[in-house]
């Protein structure tokens, strides 16, 4: 028996209770295991910081992203960091719209990196990155119009290690450049070509000097006498004439050199001696004609070596011996070199690249390569016709030997000696004639051959001696006409031969190859294949026979997977296949088979997956043929002669997925013709002659997908009482596309109310439909997608379209449609995507947006006149409006578009790019004028009191947003949008008179000032200046009343955000008592 409770008890546990329901109440749930915290510094709002977004936020700082603005807006826009006091690790400005950047634009901004591109800044004022100095660790002017080097503004840098002048128009650098800790200095894309020895004289911490794209054509001596430790130098695209030794001594830990794309007429002797740490020299698209023996003396660590593009004839003997210790890479590529000489690349002992190609060269001598390894040597795109005796020494595995694209009409014998050999050895398009010519005696660890596209006649005996490691070999593209038995015996690793595109008329045996897998046969002559031809290839899974003169079947291995016999003329396949086979894919297609299939014809196949049956000339369907491939999944029957299908045309293949009858005569379907195929998921009968097709055609199809009737000439689906799809229980999706139907009947698609029929998607494009009826209705619940695309549709009947609740892509494409009303549409609720290009539409019924979750309305080439207001909450969501190609007027319809597109441009990088081109595209007015290229002025309002039109807020780039009285003083606040070149505000108040009274400039990053006036009937008048001229433009001048309102209570905020917990608190003390 429970015992009694004391008379306070009651009220003690109830509080408790309480006690417990607030604390849980206000305490955060944490039962969902550990909450990684929130960054220190999080994106700002969108708002906050217009016209700028905000691209990341973490622990150190936030990156902000600024396009196409102004220093008034940009000004406003870094208040908020500046206010906030949060550091921006990177803020990039592009398209800023000022010609000169001065004043306090960063003060108090702790910023790390600014880069400004694609603007027309000219100047660079002292005074601009001063309050930046203690912070910028990085600068970047891209694209600019800077004519003078910004000496002044960065003296004071105390931090800045990277500056970058990319694309500008500075041709003087006279002066000393003074960036006290700077690392990395890039002046480039410009048109420099003054330099001085003292413009670098006080970076002597630079490690990398970029001065490409230039116009330099000599470099001072000394001028690098401060640079003792940079390691990178770029001088390529300039316009420099001598390579000489005095440009570099100073420079003696460089370690990377570009003097690429100048006009160096030669290596001069002991350009780099100095520099004995330099590993990359770049001097591509040069004019030199010579390497002199002497040229890289004192270069002992060079590892790579660019002299391609040149117009070198001559490297002297011994040239690289000074650096052929460490050098990786030679590239004399696009040269004039006639010939490689004796020890021209003697003893090199780590290179791996040496390249050659596309010289002139015609003979290779005797010792020219002699004890390299694990190199690849690129001698392709010449005239070579000769390499002589010893040519290749003791070239142990040489990685890549490419000799493709010469004149090689044999090789010399002993051009290679006993311990030289490729990996890998490219031969293709040379003149070769016999495949005995080709040194391979010795070549142990080759692995790839390649000698297609020569005149290769016979492939004898002797050519391949015993090979380990070859397993590619192509023969493809010569003129062989026999393969003698055996000759393929000796490569004991071959795994792919290729013998296509020759003249060979009978095949042979080819000996025992256990080890291959691909052979290739195809576009030869081959009339007849011996019958022990592939008996010893006990490995061989694919072989290619297309494009042949066979007449009939051979036998085939039974390690054969895949077998293509197409194009070819055979007539006959009986008694073809052996009892034991492995065989999964059979190509017939292109063959002469006709009506000459019959039971037995594919006997044995007792695996065969997919057999291609397509151009034949069949006229029937060989079902007693068929009825043996028991496992068969795919049959194509495609392009030839069928004209009926009778009932049962296939027998009973009870795993066939996907059968293809397109491209044939077929106008008759007999009731179940395709009884039997149980499993059938796809079934194709596009680009026939069927006009009718009976009920029940399909019967069985208990499983089909996906049916294609296009291309026949149908025009109706239904008997009046039944569907032809009514058994088909699994049927998603139906294509009627390019036929004659011109209404859709009450029985034209099935439904049962217990039958799920499940039908995702309906193409009945390229008909004669005249309109959208409520019998679209029945059958067609689950349908996702519709099109109806092309037709003649004039009229979509009321709530129709509204009724199909599953809808989400709607095509009604190149029809006749006038007018829409909003019940046609409805929407159904899951529609995303309508298409409506090519009708003859002047209004969309926007005010069915909000019932749909609208993503793409396409109305291109229509007759639209105006663009709805009503579009905007979705345009603002990222929904695309395509309104190109309509006669849209230029009115003041579309300022709310152009105001999203201004304000948000940053933004629409997070929609997609047709989204952004959605815009761009977009013009309107007789002469299609790109509306976001319109100023706000020239869109008018020309509607009177239409009380439909939007109410657009004026003044938008330029406004006043109040008055109030300070004490003794008039304060006035104001608001810029504009893009333009804002720089400052001129304010000028007027008097009843209309006499200016009071006129002052104030700078752009204020938006307020403080008056001495009394605020009586006056005028204030507010209008930007510029940095390109000193006019005001009126047509941005904005005057308003002055109206004194009070200020709203700052108390309420705070009152709104305890708001909650008073409540709570309130309630719990009214339970307590």
């Known amino acids: ?199 670098f004289s006080r970076l002597g911490g630079l490690d990398r000097l970029d001065l490409h794209g ?28 001598k390579l000489d030794p005095v440009y570099f001594p100073h420079l003696t ?196 051959l390649n000698v297609s596209h020569n005149e290769i006649q016979e492939i ?16 493809s593209y010569n003129n062989i006409s026999k393969v003698f038995a055996a000759v393929f015996a000796n490569l004991f690793s071959v795994r792919h031969l290729n013998l296509s595109h020759n003249s060979m008329a009978e095949l042979g045996s080819l000996g ?37 003169n066979m007449k009939s079947v051979f036998q085939i291995p039974p390690s054969l997977t895949s077998l293509n016999l197409s194009n070819n003329e055979i007539t006959s396949l009986s008694k073809a296949w052996p009892t034991m086979n492995s065989l999964l894919r059979l190509d017939l297609s292109g063959n002469e088979l006709g009506g000459n299939l019959e039971r037995g014809s594919f006997q044995n196949l007792a695996t065969l997956q997919a057999v291609d049956l397509s151009a034949n000339n069949i006229t029937e369907i060989p079902s007693e043929a068929l009825a043996d491939l028991t496992t068969v999944q795919y049959i194509n029957l495609e392009r030839n002669s069928i004209s009926n299908l009778t009932k049962m045309a296939l027998g009973r293949l009870p795993v066939v997925f996907d059968l293809l009858l397109a491209h044939n005569n077929i106008s008759e379907i007999a009731p179940k013709a395709f009884e039997g195929l149980l499993q059938l998921l796809r079934l194709d009968l596009s680009y026939n002659d069927l006009s009718t097709i009976p009920v029940g055609a399909f019967a069985g199809l208990v499983s089909l997908r996906k049916l294609n009737l296009s291309h026949n000439h149908l025009q109706r689906t239904e008997n009046g009482e039944k569907s032809i799809f009514d058994e088909n229980l699994s049927l998603e999706t139906i294509d009627l596309s390019y036929n004659k139907i011109s209404e859709i009947y009450y029985n034209t698609f099935p439904e049962n109310r217990w039958i799920p029929y499940k039908i995702y998607n309906i193409n009945l494009s390229h008909n004669m439909l005249m309109y959208i009826g409520r019998d679209l209705l029945r059958g067609t619940k689950k349908l996702k997608n519709l099109d109806v695309s092309f037709n003649r549709i004039t009229e979509l009947r009321s709530n129709v379209v509204g009724n199909m609740t599953s809808l989400q892509v709607l095509d009604l494409r190149n029809n006749e449609i006038s007018f829409l009303e909003p019940e046609q549409l409805g929407p159904p609720p899951n529609l995303t995507e309508i298409y409506l290009q090519k009708n003859n539409l002047r209004k969309f019924p926007a005010r069915i947006l909000a019932k749909a979750p ?22 603002k969501n990222g929904s695309r409006f395509i309104l190109v190609n309509n006669p849209i007027a230029c009115d003041c319809r579309l300022i709310l578009l152009k105001r999203f597109y201004n304000d948000f441009r940053p933004k629409l990088s997070n929609f997609s790019a047709e989204f952004y081109r959605d815009f761009e595209n977009l013009k309107c007015g007789s002469d299609q004028q790109h ?99 000193e006019a005001n433009d009126n047509a941005l001048k904005v005057c308003q009343k002055i109206d004194i309102r009070t200020a709203s209570n700052a108390a309420i905020p705070i009152f709104c955000d305890v708001t909650l917990l008073g409540v709570v608190t309130f309630l719990y003390f009214i339970f307590i008592f």
Request: proline share 5%; aromatic share 8%.
């Open 253 to 448: 830990k460089l370690t990377w050199f570009n003097g690429s794309h100048n006009l160096f007429p030669d290596f001069t002797r002991g350009a780099f001696a100095r520099n004995n740490f330099l590993a990359v020299l770049h001097l591509t698209h040069n004019k030199m004609t010579k390497l002199d023996s002497q040229a890289l003396k004192g270069m002992r660590y060079l590892r790579r070596l660019f002299l391609s593009d040149n117009q070198i004839a001559d490297v002297g003997r011994g040239a690289f011996g000074s650096i052929r210790n460490r050098i990786g890479t030679i590239d004399l590529a696009r040269n004039r070199l006639k010939v490689i000489d004796y020890q021209m690349f003697h003893e090199l002992l780590q290179p791996d690249v040496i390249n050659v190609a596309e010289n002139e060269i015609t003979v290779v001598k005797g010792g020219a390569f002699r004890d390299l390894s694990y190199v690849f040597i690129n001698m392709s795109h010449n005239a070579i016709s000769v390499i002589e005796k010893d040519a290749f020494v003791n070239c142990i595995n040489i990685t890549i030997l490419d000799m493709s694209h010469n004149r090689l009409e044999n090789i010399t014998r002993g051009a290679f000696d006993g311990f030289t050999y490729p990996t890998e050895w490219r031969l293709e398009y040379n003149l070769l004639k016999n495949a005995g010519d080709i040194p391979l005696k010795n070549m142990t660890g080759i692995k790839y």
């Open 214 to 241: 230039n116009q330099i054509s000599a470099i001072p001596r000394d001028s690098f006498k401060s640079q003792g430790n940079c390691r990178f130098l770029d001088l390529s695209y300039n316009q420099m004439t």
């Open 931 to 1029: 509306v976001m290229i319109l100023r706000e002025q020239e869109l008018k309002c020309d509607y009177g009191e239409d009380p439909f039109a939007p109410k657009i807020p004026q003044n938008y780039d330029l406004e006043i947003r109040s008055f109030a009285q300070v004490g003794e003083t008039l304060e006035i606040k104001w608001r810029v949008r504009s893009k333009m070149d804002v720089t400052g505000f001129r304010v000028t108040v007027k008097d009843s008179s209309d006499q200016e009274i009071f006129v002052q400039v104030y700078p752009y990053n204020l938006r307020s000032a403080k008056l001495s006036l009394k605020p009586e009937s006056n005028v204030a008048c507010l209008s930007p200046t510029y940095s390109r001229r």
């Open 512 to 548: 025992a190859v256990p080890t291959l897998l691909d052979l290739q046969l195809s576009h030869n002559q081959i009339r007849r294949v011996s019958n022990s031809a592939f008996t010893r290839l006990a490995s061989l899974r694919e072989l290619q026979l297309a494009h042949n």
């Open 1 to 199: 028996m429970e015992s009694p409770q004391a008379p306070g008890q009651t009220g003690l546990t109830r509080m408790t209770m309480l006690t417990v329901l607030l604390l849980a109440f206000l305490t955060p749930d944490v039962r969902g295991g550990y909450v990684p915290p929130e960054p220190k510094y999080k994106c700002p709002i969108l708002t906050q910081i217009w016209p700028c977004v905000c691209l990341t936020g973490d622990d150190f700082g936030i990156t902000l992203k600024c396009e196409d603005v102004s220093l008034a807006t940009l000004a406003a826009a870094l208040q908020h960091p500046i206010k906030e006091k949060i550091p921006v690790l990177s803020l990039h400005v592009l398209k800023l719209n000022s010609e000169k950047l001065y004043g306090n634009l960063f003060a108090g901004l702790e910023v790390q990196k600014i880069v400004i591109e694609d603007s027309p800044v000219q100047k660079l004022l002292p005074d601009i990155l001063y309050d930046a100095r203690n912070s910028l660790k990085e600068l970047e002017l891209l694209k600019t119009q800077l004519d003078e080097f910004p000496y002044e503004s960065l003296k004071d840098l105390n931090l800045l290690v990277n500056l970058t002048l990319d694309g500008h128009l500075i041709t003087d650098l006279s002066k000393p450049i003074v960036i006290p800790v700077a690392k990395n200095l890039r002046i480039s894309n410009g048109n420099v070509s003054i330099l001085t020895k003292d413009t």
């Open 854 to 875: 609208f993503k793409l309305i396409d109305l291109t080439d229509n007759r639209m006149r105006h663009f709805d207001s009503d579009f905007m909450p979705k345009v």
């Open 460 to 475: 004898p005996k002797t050519t391949f001696p015993k090979l380990y490691e070859l397993h590619t070999v192509d023969f």
